[in-house]
Each structure stands twice: as C-alpha cells, then as structure tokens.
C-alpha cells in the first residue's frame, strides 16, 4: 500500500521499549482528543480518547497525557511490538454549534524493530 | 458489528472528469463525515452529514457535495475534477455528530488524477 508517513517526524524504537508519541494542539477551545493510529494503505484506527476534564487515560498498553496549560497531547505506548508501527495521528474535536470536527495534527511515524 | 466501508478502493480520473465516492457507515451510527488526506499529511474535514442534511462544512468549494441516504450510507461528489483533488478520501461515521463519541474510519478511497 501506498505510503501516508512521507517527510514525517519519525520515531525509531525496539521491540519492547515503551514508546512516547507527542503533540501540540492549537485550540484552547478544544474540549475532545482523539489519538489514531494509521497503517499503509489503511484508514486511521481509534486507539485512545480522552476529554478535557481529564489529564491521564489509559487502556491496553497505551496512556493519554493531557496538559492543557501547555497544549500538549502525549501518547505512551507500553512494551512497543513491531504490530504497532504506523503513523500515529493525534486529533483534537472542535464542537461547532451543532457539529463537531477533528482537526489532525501532523502526524509522527513509529518504527519499530525486532 | 459491521465497519465504515467505502468504495471503489482506488479510482483514477482525468482533469474536468466528476466523480462520485461510496461509503457505508458503520452499524448503529447515524453521522457521516468526510476527509480529504494528501500524502505524507493529516485527514482534513471536508463535511458532515446528519439525518440526510450536510451538517457542517470545512474549507472546500462548492464543487464538492455530497448526499446521505435514510439508511445513514453517503455520497461524495466531487465535479470539475482538478489534479491537487488528487488523495486519499476517508469516510467517517458517528453518533450525535460526533460531539461526544470518536470518528471510526473507513479505509477510504485512493482517487487519482491526471
């Protein structure tokens, strides 16, 4: 499949470290953030959400660290496995009046090897 | 649970041509949305669809449109087809208009243009 990580920030693991995936969002506003996770050739999969109320989340293998004083989305991914190189997309919800909307940050492609 | 399925995977137009993308959203969800994603970059909003209405709109001229049918499946057009048009088109289903629950994506559909 085609490639969708061209010209991107790139983080280069091995299997088993944890991974740290960071991001700024621009919006104070912003209430929602959504992390993705995009292989080649493939629509980008929900992993972790979090809101603004909140400033940890986790699930399996993975947290969400929220610091709205700074803008600022991390995503932590425990015991990295070779599955789990993608382009990661962090996405912050903007509610409209009456619709909302994921504004996608850049994205950063996680490398991992065996 | 059946997943967000577009169709055709992968198209190749000529300028000027118009072109008609299909997307079938995920069971129970009653949102469409729409994103454009050029390569190497993140998914861009194009618009929303809620009870067979558009909802909400991003920054794209009016040759691009769009249709939801009573059973929450949709339609993109896009007319006067231009070569940076060229991209990943994904489609995303929802409830509520996504105001408080995340975008599930399809694996979109690889237009290309010449």
């Known amino acids: 499949g085609e490639s969708v990580g061209l010209h991107l920030p790139t983080l280069s693991v091995q299997e088993g470290d944890n991974s740290i995936i960071n991001c700024a969002y621009s919006n104070s506003a912003s209430d929602y953030f959504i992390w993705y996770k995009q292989e080649s050739g493939k629509g980008p999969q929900f992993i972790i959400d979090?809101?603004?109320?909140?400033d940890k989340r986790q699930g399996q293998r993975v947290t969400v660290l929220l610091n709205k004083t700074v803008k600022h989305l991390s995503l932590q991914i425990a015991a990295t496995q070779p599955g789990d190189s993608a382009v990661y997309f962090c996405a912050e919800n903007r509610g409209n009046s009456g619709y909302s909307t994921l504004t996608f940050g850049k994205g950063t492609m996680l490398l991992v090897s065996p | 649970e059946t997943g967000v399925t577009q169709s055709p995977t992968h198209l190749i137009k000529t300028r000027g041509q118009q072109v008609t993308l299909r997307c079938s959203s995920q069971?129970?969800?009653?949102?469409v949305s729409w994103y454009q994603q050029a390569l190497g970059q993140g998914p861009q909003f194009i618009f929303q669809y809620y009870r067979e209405e558009e909802n909400g709109r991003g920054n794209f001229p009016p040759r691009f449109s769009g249709l939801q049918f009573p059973n929450y499946s949709s339609e993109l057009n896009v007319n006067a087809l231009e070569l940076d048009d060229s991209a990943l088109y994904l489609c995303?289903?929802?409830?509520?208009?996504?105001?408080?629950?995340?975008?599930?994506f399809g694996n979109g559909t690889r237009l290309t243009v010449t």
């Open positions: 069971s129970g969800h009653n949102t």
């Open positions: 995303a289903s929802s409830n509520d208009r996504g105001q408080n629950s995340p975008l599930h």
């Open positions: 979090i809101r603004s109320n909140m």
